[in-house]
């Protein structure tokens, strides 16, 4: 909304944002990421929107009517700031890269990261020069480089802060090719990294393909999705200090989750044990490329169980799939964006048996589509809780549906959970000889998946050879 | 024995160049001037798709027109068929221009 407000105040209209309590605060402080000054707002007492009924909804509107119509038809009490004259007198807050800002001891330095929030609760490797020059070692980009700008607070993610962001986070100077391709990505409009600090909290999750993967010592294998493995941990923990201390992410501020998500462990593919290509290659990669990807992963289900000969094992994902993806996660299908992008995640040995018996990804995505259904009557209520006589019928006419959703209106007939087959993201990992799989939740145009070549420094060569 | 001492340098993004595309689109926003009245005025309205934003949105229309003469409304598109101006997509600055919006309100819902 603060963006809506400021793009439209740009433009010369008057704008005005209808808040709830509470979130006054978030409004201005993006608007003013923004450059706008000061913001029209009208705050709405709690309870909170959501939880009123339609008729106290038209009583809400007509007690703040008069503050609107003041808003529309007053001007804002702040004059207009003037654009910074040159790029060479930087806000107090900023400093030039190199530039020593703080001076103590390990644990004086965590004090100031955490006064500061420069960091997630965690204590950090103190950032030092020649720590951050280690870093830089590992590629052969420019540390000025402007990979992108990050909302919310619209700031420069250059290769020096992805390396001060990579000490801090524990990483190895060898990780730095994939953090780099890590920023790349959620700095993609498609990605929308200005959503992240929305109610749903929810959490990147970061894919790995490609040799980089044995290279660096990232786990595919038992346990992937635990916190034990430094390369798995330290690179999404990298991911969450720069939505932090780059994109500007504060919980209270900017960072409005209600519960919100710890980050995951990297999603490494034991792509020498899969017996269908590389997942990346579904994105357009080559087989062998170094791929990084990012989407969100709102829900990271049980590691379920299937079982018997492969239509057996496909019937348990697709009852997994429908349980899991078919609950409250469902309406993101239909109200943000029109694409979702769930990750089916298959042991070795669940993947091999369904290979076996012939199955491609591909049949086992229609599989899936056929398959994984809902009554409709479970999809209009979800609907239905997150917009006031919302349902199938009424999204396929607005489009926003294809016309399966709608075939009849029988509430028990079942419908799909997902736009097409291609939408389900399968990849093979875990422990390779256990019959469990997990699924993790995508939520539309918040977190779109976003994938990038990792590119490799000349002194890669040096170190791991001419793989990759 | 005292503990090591170390010079840190900040992890905090860069603000970005004046002459950057992008900078230009985050130079500071005047506030626009404020209408005189609002009759005869054509209001966008922006919901965020979340729950009954879009109910607070057509209570105002009701309210507004019975206070005012000659008031038109107009349901602007939310969500990711609108950009907030640095993407490649059509702006929504483009489209208030488009619409010939007078001025706009915008509401979430939760």
């Known amino acids: 909304m603060s963006r809506a407000i400021s793009w439209t105040e740009n433009v010369g209209v008057p704008a005005v944002g209808i808040v709830c309590q509470g979130f006054s605060n978030t409004v201005r402080m993006v608007a003013r990421a923004e450059g706008l000054s000061d913001t029209r707002i009208v705050e709405l007492p709690q309870p909170n929107i959501a939880v009123r009924s339609t008729e106290e909804v038209h009583v809400a509107a007509a007690d703040l009517l008069d503050g609107v119509i003041a808003k529309l038809t007053t001007a804002t009490a702040v004059t207009p700031q003037r654009a910074p004259a040159a790029a060479s007198r930087p806000s107090a807050a900023f400093h030039a890269p190199r530039d020593i800002v703080f001076k103590g001891t390990l644990r004086e330095i965590n004090e100031h990261f955490i006064k500061n929030v420069w960091c997630d609760g965690l204590p950090v490797v103190p950032p030092t020069l020649d720590l951050v020059d280690e870093m830089l070692g590992y590629t052969d980009r420019s540390p000025d480089e402007v990979i992108g700008v990050l909302k919310p607070k619209n700031l420069n993610a250059t290769v020096w802060n992805v390396a001060v962001n990579g000490v801090a986070a524990g990483c190895r100077p060898e990780y730095m090719p994939v953090l780099l391709a890590i920023v790349e990505a959620i700095a993609e409009p498609r990605f929308g990294v200005e959503h992240i600090g929305s109610t749903a909290g929810w959490t990147p999750l970061i894919l790995l393909n490609g040799p980089i993967i044995k290279q660096l010592g990232f786990t595919s294998g038992q346990g992937v999705m635990l916190p034990q493995t430094q390369a798995n941990m330290t690179v999404s923990r990298f991911l969450r200090l720069c939505l932090v201390n780059i994109a500007g992410y504060r919980l209270g501020e900017t960072d409005m989750a209600s519960y919100g998500r710890n980050y995951y462990p990297v999603l490494a593919e034991a792509e020498d044990l899969s017996p269908w290509p590389p997942s990346s290659t579904d994105r357009g990669f080559a087989a062998g490329d170094n791929v990084v990807t990012v989407q969100s992963a709102d829900v990271i289900s049980h590691s379920f169980l299937s079982i018997g000969d492969a239509e057996q094992h496909l019937r348990n994902i697709a009852y997994e799939v429908s349980r899991e993806l078919g609950g409250s996660i469902l309406y993101h299908m239909e109200h943000f964006g029109g694409e979702v992008a769930p990750i089916i995640c298959l042991s070795p040995l669940v993947a091999g048996i369904l290979a076996r018996a012939g199955y491609s990804k591909d049949d086992v995505r229609r599989y899936l589509f056929e398959h994984a259904r809902v009554p409709a009557w479970q999809f209009d209520d979800r609907l239905n809780r997150s917009q006031s006589g919302l349902n199938l019928h009424r999204a396929v006419a607005a489009g926003r549906l294809a016309g399966i959703f709608a075939v009849s209106d029988d509430p028990n007939r079942l419908v799909p959970i997902v736009h097409r087959p291609e939408e389900f993201f399968i990849v093979v990992s875990g422990s390779p000889d256990r019959n469990r799989n997990f699924i993790a939740g995508q939520i539309g145009e918040q977190g779109l998946t976003v994938s990038r070549k990792i590119t490799l420094p000349e002194v890669w060569k040096n170190r791991f050879g001419n793989a990759g | ?110």
């Open chain 2, 1 to 110: 024995m005292s503990e090591p001492v170390y010079e840190i340098v900040s992890p905090v993004g860069a603000t970005p160049a004046v002459t950057s595309a992008v900078a230009r689109s985050t130079r500071a926003i005047a506030p626009a001037p404020p209408l005189a009245d609002l009759n005869g005025k054509r209001i966008g309205f922006i919901w965020t798709n979340f729950r009954n934003g879009d109910i607070l949105l057509a209570a105002f229309a009701e309210l507004l027109a019975k206070r005012f003469e000659g008031m038109t409304f107009v349901n602007l598109p939310s969500g990711k068929t609108l950009n907030w101006g640095t993407y490649p997509d059509k702006s929504l600055g483009e489209v208030v221009r488009d619409y010939k919006i007078d001025g706009l309100i915008a509401a979430p819902g939760c």
